[in-house]
């Protein structure tokens, strides 16, 4: 199935008792390239993020957006520096005998005190968090990957559609060109009758300046790759696998064929076909940019 590089999925679950939250989405890109922004302590996510996604998509500028909050308080705990405790009670009692003044020292008055409480992130189980992760990251891959899969149905039934047209184009380039040269014939006899007068014209050397002008403007072969090229390009737009580099060169050598049937029109009717079918060809190239 054709997909599209421009894709977005967001997935919010509580698993492992976590609340975590996972945002994707993508770019136009040449190639796979990955970025992300995870919680200062989970870094090791980043690699583990990069390979599974990886696995599922060829192409594209992804962002990936990672956010984890515990659900739970057990996630942190309380640590008392007593000794630093004592040093703050000694010196208050210290301070109040010296004052001559009550000592009103007290536990909550201590707390109070720089570094005599720390609270602390338990540290979480690597191997938990990351299954817990990924298994919201799918989810979020999924709606990430049906979104591509929506807007590559409507790129590739737009490309199929100029197809069409391209294959009409070639069909009236095929119909015109003996014209062309019948057309050049008479052209050519008749200035020549108009010339000479009533001297016999040589048949002989008409058909020789007929062959040589039909060699000259002959586009079968240009026509009948470009009809190979549209055959394929078909192909490659049922294919289940990502084509967007193969459309690339394919794209390419349309147009390098319809240039040439272009040089070698010497008809304004042909002229303006070999327009329209580039015009098409640049269209299709636009849209392909945007394929997996």
Known sequence: MIRSMTGYGRHSESVGGWEITVELKSVNHRFFEYSSRLPRTCGFLDDKLKNFLQQHIARGKVEVYVSLEAAEVADSRVDVNLPLAQAYLTALRGMADSLSVRDDSSVMNLARFPDVLTVRKNEAD??????????????????????????????????????????????????RSPQTVREHMEKVEARMRELLGTVTVDEQRLLTEAALFADKIATAEETVRLRSHLDQLETLLNSDEPIGRKLDFLVQEMNRETNTIGSKAQDLQLAQVVVDMKAEIEKIREQIQNME
């Open 126 to 175: 690597e191997e938990a968090l990351w299954e817990a992760v990924q298994q919201v990251t799918q989810v979020a891959l999924d709606k990430f990957l049906q979104m591509r899969e929506l807007e590559g149905a409507r790129l590739r039934e737009d490309v199929l559609s100029r197809r069409l047209l391209l294959l009409e184009g070639v069909s009236r380039v095929e119909e």
